[in-house]
């Protein structure tokens, strides 16, 4: 399996609005793609900005490249991103599973 991490950050003020926008865009398109087993997103807010960090895992780099495409380094983005991203990274990094506990509890909302 393969976790695959992001991290961009909004003001502190657009952070719940941003989260109800990814569940809309990236949250979504990682569930209909073949190979998505999961994302688990974390923030944090502190000094007026909310730091966003994604982690989604994957059943493959094959599965990664049917989300991302074939330069699977660089980070997928949406049309609206612009309006609250103050800092992002362009770039991703991909790591292999090598020990996992159960799964995390989460809102049903979350799933």
């Known amino acids: ?9 909004t003001a502190a003020r657009d952070a719940d609005a941003y ?3 990814m569940r809309g865009t990236g949250f979504a398109a990682y569930r ?4 998505n087993r999961g994302v688990l997103a974390l ?5 007026g ?9 994957w059943d493959s780099i094959d599965a990664v ?3 991302a495409g074939d330069e699977i380094d660089r980070a997928v983005f949406y ?10 990274d362009d770039h991703v990094d991909h790591f292999e599973l090598v020990f996992a506990d159960p799964s995390p509890a989460c809102d049903d ?3």
């Not at 900005?49 to 895992?57: E, M």
């Not at 049309?79 to 992002?88: I, Y």
């Open 32 to 35: 209909a793609t073949p190979g």
């Open 49 to 57: 900005r909310a730091v966003f960090l994604l982690l989604t895992l």
């Open 19 to 21: 989260l109800d926008y």
């Open 65 to 67: 490249r049917a989300f």
């Open 43 to 47: 923030r944090r807010v502190r000094d």
């Open 79 to 88: 049309p609206e991103d612009d309006r609250f991203l103050v800092a992002r």
């Open 1 to 9: 399996m393969i976790a695959r991490t992001w991290r961009g950050s």
């Open 109 to 111: 909302d979350d799933r």
